[in-house]
């Protein structure tokens, strides 16, 4: 009679022995991007803002499994698995940093816009000086200036990042008082103002260069 050993159990009809006391494997969790895959920064900078998220998630996944994994690894494993984990918390860091940077500059854009829109403004009324054609609101100003970047320059017009690209527009004497104010100059007990229904703009998007155009004097206010 044979005896069966206390570390074996057998279902009802007495096969297939399961033996006990084996401790299961653990696997790595795969999800794409492979969070073990070496990302370079510029590649980083091209996800957006949600798979940025959730690779940092990966990330942060993949290093917990390799610190539970360290405590039971074999000796010539654990460095591997101490790299795994060095790595993932590298990129994790820099895929948050990136995450920031977008989003900063994101409120740059409208404070450097808002501050290009003062600038603009001040240099316009440093033009309106007293002149004849003042009396029928026929006085010309130019202002040229330049934008450190495309999404500056239509931002502080409120025009839409995405749409056409252009090299001359009018812009209507509603949008044009929203984005830069009621300009106006007092001289000889009077005040001058921008008298024309719609401002020349003329953009150039490769050099960030731009000007606008229009006259001023004792005519309709804006």
Known sequence: MVKKRSSDVFDDDDVSPVRLGKKPKYA?????????????????ETFSHEDLVAYV???QTTLQT??????????????LLKDASKKSALLSKTANGIAAKQTLASTQVAERAGK???????????????????QNGTARWTFRGLSPSPEVFLK????????????????????FA???????????????????GQINVKWSS????????GTYGMGQVI
């Open 28 to 44: 790595l969790p795969s999800s794409p991007p492979d969070p073990l895959k070496e990302v370079s920064e510029p590649e980083l």
């Open 57 to 59: 998630i990966s990330l």
């Open 66 to 79: 390799a610190l539970a994994l360290l405590g039971s690894a074999e000796e010539n494993n654990r460095a």
């Open 116 to 134: 290009l829109a003062d600038m603009c403004a001040k240099g316009i009324k440093k033009q309106m000086k007293w002149q004849p054609s003042c």
């Open 156 to 175: 502080m017009l409120n025009l839409p990042s995405d749409g056409k690209p252009w090299k001359q527009k009018k812009i209507s004497k509603e949008n």
């Open 178 to 196: 929203e984005a830069f104010g009621d300009i106006q100059a007092s001289v000889r007990c009077t005040v001058l103002r921008i008298t024309n």
């Open 206 to 213: 490769e050099t960030n260069e731009f000007s606008m155009s």
